[in-house]
């Protein structure tokens, strides 16, 4: 029989890594209040709260807009799995750890991932996209959809998401955009997206710029998604996470399909709120004004970014390991001494990065400040203390 | 532009449906701390704490023991996705609700779902078990698997498994149990289950009997699962739900998968804590009492029980709803007038039945005196109001 454990305190950390954020104290209380049913009509108030804020953030009239009960991860599932059929052929632009993730769900789910790729830390262009487009039409099995990563996390690059949006639907197939780590940090406009013609179909993940604890995956789809899902042969292999079955529990029909997670709905619900009350333009503008003050600050350091100016993802900065510096030990120093997150490289990038998020709650100037003072200590002082002398 | 919505603050509802359950206050101040980043090692220490106390409350060694981020229909999901492949054969006991939708996952990822139907009310007799497993193996196709619910929140009623678990076994077939209205509730023993050849593969919800919020579903697998598992010839159509993925993040390599719903494992870890201060069993004697002060109550009110006294499950009360009298109404008035939450039937049972949940923090015998007293003034008291008369 093993003891069971004390109440558990976390230590105060300052999360600046690729998220989860850190959580504005409102929202912490928010979630804290006590369960209702999930059916029950004043719950189903809330959830009407929750799309209709989610509508705003995402910019969009897209009836269909709510939050998966689960992860950004499960956000992405429900997005591939609702749209791919057996054998259907799919572009995905992989720039990254996330995008060459959609392309692992695209073939788990049966179908055939194109690849548009190019080296991490770069964009896809959206040339290659429209060459990619054109060959799979001239082979007379055109794809249905291209998926591809606005925020790639894992390498700190914004994705352009006009051309692609406009050539894609030229050539009748669908955009996915994933939206986790850009969702209320940086532009989105998901209906106005390439000259209006909108992005079909986008999630993102709670815990990110939104500023909500991790466990919701924001949602929208447009009249494009929804026909290509009403045209499908068969039901999403996921009855956890079909979108017409979502649809009926978050629409009027109050259908039960699961028990959502009840406190995590407020939880977001008031991020939204927060969100919106500081203005969705003025949010983004706090993002990039607390990255130019990291930029600012690490140029002092001697730390350079791995992404050119033009692609920079200022919500999530990869910054080079200096030569000689080992990336493990100065992220662990970070965490232990000063309380501070940061992330390491994933893939080809693992220990050749350091990912500085900065992210709803987490973008602020305090913090960009103290994790420069951090690395200013880590880095670049004097060793002050001696082992002490015997005497 | 619509205007932002206030603050929102929930009527203090006595939830006795089906779930959510009631939250202890300790519970949700543990889920209100701040968030730590997902591969922090103080926070892996939070998983594996989590991990230790899952094992004892399903009473298991199995070291594949963890929460899937999601609600138990994600659970559910991550069972059966990660065991059947196309064209498996899989037995499916359906006795309700539950199970009819297990039948449907393993349909949706390309099974063959055989089905053992019993009428919704009754328990699934090991012999019919037997005979489709016989009648499966003489086709030259035996069963990869059986599926059946430990507790059917749709009928109330507690199948019993130990003769099902060895005859299973003695077909070479796993057993998936759905014990998400069971565990921590009713007396549950994976390892022991049928003279200690043990259940394969089972999973549960944080929201019922457990006593924490929903959106994290706790799932163990066995020796004889993790096999049929590994000897898939692709891998599970899920990457969110692949089990070995979902080892791997839990496990001692720390591999980065998804981000975790770090609030939601805050609060199932405090809820097992006082769910194991409290002792599984004496937790289970708890449920027990306000079931039998329950039984007791609506006796006197007149109200039957929809399920024969043997199969009855404790924590979730089918009554018949009598004649003439209106099913909605009477909810309606429950939840308006006396902030008590009791769910309806589903399916066959809409309208017949009302199912009165006492699991985890709302299983306390105040609750069931607010209960019994509010059905009184709805069901017996003559009717003390008139309308006003014209003067």
Redesign the interface.
Known sequence: M?A??????????I?L?P??A??DP?V?????????????P??HG?MQ?VR??LR?AFRTSNPLTLAI??????G??AAI?NVVQPADRIVVCVAGYFGA?MA??VR???GEAILVEVPWGEVVPAERVEETLDSARRSGAPARAVCLVHAETSTGVLQPLDDIVRLTHAHGAIVVVDAVTSLGGVALDVDGAGGGEGIDLSYS?A?KCLGA???LAPLTAGARALAVMEGRRT??????LDLALLERYWGRERA?????????V??L??AL?LA??EGLDARVARHRRVHDQLRSGVAGLGLEFLVDERWRLPVLNALKVPDGVDDGAVRGRL?EEHNI?IGGG?GPLAGRIWRVGLMGYSAREENVARFLTAMRIILGAPRMSRPPRRT
């Open positions: 093993t069971t454990p004390g109440p558990f305190s976390p230590p105060a950390r999360l890594g998220g989860p850190m959580v409102r912490l209380q928010a979630m804290a209040q006590t369960p209702l049913g999930h059916l029950d004043t719950f809330v709260d209709a804020m705003q009960s689960g992860t950004g991860t499960a992405m599932e799995a993730r692992e769900m788990r789910l049966g993940g815990q604890p991790p466990g039901p999403p292999v996921s009855f956890n039960y399909h699961h028990t959502a997670p009840i406190n995590s407020y939880a619900r008031e709120r919106i009350d965490l997150e994933l």
